[in-house]
């Protein structure tokens, strides 16, 4: 379930587990296509990738 996976990477992230949070963004994001278009399935949508770029600048700031 989308919505499991970004409840899981929001958790990841807070524990400074970004490789781990990473795979569930990834995970997350390709079973959204599954989800409504809807209200709902924007806000899965939006949620995924606002966390997916955290991951990546918290990935870019750790590689300077």
């Known amino acids: 379930a989308p919505s499991l996976h970004l409840n899981l990477v929001d958790g990841y992230l807070r524990q400074g587990e970004t490789a781990v949070a990473r795979q ?8 959204a296509d599954f989800l409504p278009d809807d209200g709902y399935g924007r806000l899965i949508r939006d949620g995924l990738d606002r966390l997916t770029t955290r991951i990546d600048n918290v990935s870019d700031n750790h590689s300077t």
Not at 24 to 31: E, L, P, R, W
């Open 24 to 31: 569930h963004a990834t995970a997350g994001v390709a079973m």
